[in-house]
């Protein structure tokens, strides 16, 4: 298997496509051995923990804290429990027993602009790079959230490719009509940030 760090343009496309290939089945066969399934949005992210058949609410003890989510069922070891790896609005997150045999956990996340690598910090990860969200078609956005997902979507291509940001041409521009505006001034020792 070939790291990242050596893949400096020396792997073939057919190459690049077997160790993702490889990369995906790793990742998911470490997801199946978990004793849960997540599923993510931007904003939120859905565990469903299965329990015993017959399983009640007043059987569970769940706790969801900001930065932590414990799942079980009282007297027991938890089914699940750790750090959660970014924060949650407690207040908005909720948990059901769906069919008396699954915990459906909701939480909604605190940065609602990050993919979740994992659920529980000590748990395997997965690549947010390959995220390919599934109903978030641009159309759908209101212009404001719209705008702010192009930004972003622009900014990041361009940090892949190595060129400046939306917010670094704008600097430059600025520079530039400045320069303009002020020949007589030297800008050949400035510094920009």
């Not at 706790?63 to 970014?86: A, F, H, N, Q, Y």
Request: proline share 5%; glycine share 4%.
């Amino acid at each position: 298997m070939v790291s990242d760090q050596e893949d400096n343009g020396t792997l073939t496309p057919e190459q690049r496509e077997a160790r993702d290939k490889e990369a995906r089945l790793r990742e998911q066969e470490e997801q199946a051995a978990l004793p849960y399934s997540w599923t993510q949005e931007l904003g939120e992210v859905d565990v469903t923990v299965p329990v015993p058949q017959g399983t009640r609410g007043k059987d569970l003890a769940i706790t969801i804290d900001k930065k932590r989510l414990s799942v079980g069922l009282k007297g027991r070891e938890p089914i699940m429990s750790g750090e959660l790896c970014k924060e949650i609005k407690v207040e908005d997150s909720t948990w059901t027993v769906q069919d008396n045999k699954a915990v459906l956990i909701h939480l909604e996340k605190l940065n609602k602009q990050t993919w979740w690598e994992n659920v529980l910090t000590h748990h395997p990860k997965i690549d947010t790079k390959k995220i390919e969200p599934a109903n978030s078609k641009l159309d759908d956005l209101d212009s404001e959230t719209r705008g702010m997902v192009e930004k972003m979507m622009f900014d990041n291509q361009q940090k892949q490719l190595g060129r400046p940001t939306s917010d670094e041409i704008k600097k430059m521009e600025a520079l530039k009509k400045f320069q303009a505006a002020h020949p007589e001034l030297d800008f050949s020792k400035a510094k920009i940030s």
